[in-house]
């Protein structure tokens, strides 16, 4: 992979379907270097639950009982327009307004549009080629003060990075397919956290 698809780029793609963003609410959207991309309407906010931690271990010491994750998490949802207070070094998940289809033989970063990355709000997202569905974001204000965001506002912005070779995304499980609302943590259910569980009881006599 190399450089990044230019506005003419991105134009064609979105011309001939190969990639999709719905709604695209304004044409400035799309910039010489990428697309920016709108806060979505639901939240996913972290809070203190039950249990000590959240538990990514299968380990046993941690308890044989799994808690949900999503018990960590409180539903929250807004109106385009309304706003959405994210405290101190809080993280949220949340999503794009925007449902989004990807070319095969593009991926997608994403970035906090340097208006709102001043102000010391974060964000860490790689879409893969294929993917489809509204883009998924774990945002967090590394500020020392609360920020009041509006729902609709352009907050990212995505930069399509080329691959020399097609990719289909659903060629192999996917934990995260065509969500349409911001999900928790899925870890747990990864291959290796298995393989390495069962390498700790066999090495613990467990």
């Known amino acids: 992979m190399s450089g990044f698809a230019s506005k003419k780029k991105i134009k064609e793609l979105l011309g001939t379907q190969k990639m999709v963003i719905r709604p695209l609410l304004d044409e400035a959207q799309i910039s010489h270097i990428g697309v920016d991309f709108r806060l979505g309407c639901n939240f996913l906010v972290s809070v203190h639950g039950r249990e000590a931690f959240i538990n990514t271990?299968?380990?046993?010491?941690?308890?044989?009982?799994q808690r949900d994750v999503r018990l960590f998490f409180q539903e929250s949802r807004r109106q385009i327009g309304e706003t959405f207070i994210l405290y101190p070094?809080?993280?949220?998940?949340?999503?794009?307004?925007e449902y989004v289809k990807m070319p095969k033989d593009h991926l997608l970063t994403l970035y906090m549009r340097s208006s709102y990355s001043r102000l010391g709000l974060t964000v860490s997202t790689i879409v893969q080629p294929g993917y489809c569905g509204c883009l998924s974001i774990e945002l967090t204000n590394n500020n020392n003060?609360?920020?009041?965001?509006?729902?609709?506002a352009r907050v990212f912005q995505g930069v399509l990075v080329p691959s020399d070779e097609e990719s289909d995304y659903f060629s192999?499980?996917?934990?995260?397919?065509?969500?349409?609302?911001?999900?928790p943590s899925a870890a747990i259910s990864d291959e290796d956290i298995k393989t390495l569980s069962e390498l700790w009881r066999l090495k613990n006599n467990r």
Do not use: D, F
């Not at 271990?57 to 009982?65: A, D, I, K, P, V």
């Not at 070094?89 to 307004?97: D, E, I, M, N, P």
């Not at 192999?172 to 999900?183: A, G, L, M, T």
């Open 57 to 65: 271990s299968l380990n046993e010491e941690t308890g044989t009982g």
């Open 89 to 97: 070094h809080q993280t949220v998940l949340a999503s794009s307004l």
């Open 145 to 152: 003060n609360p920020i009041k965001l509006v729902v609709g």
């Open 172 to 183: 192999n499980p996917r934990k995260y397919v065509c969500s349409v609302r911001p999900e």
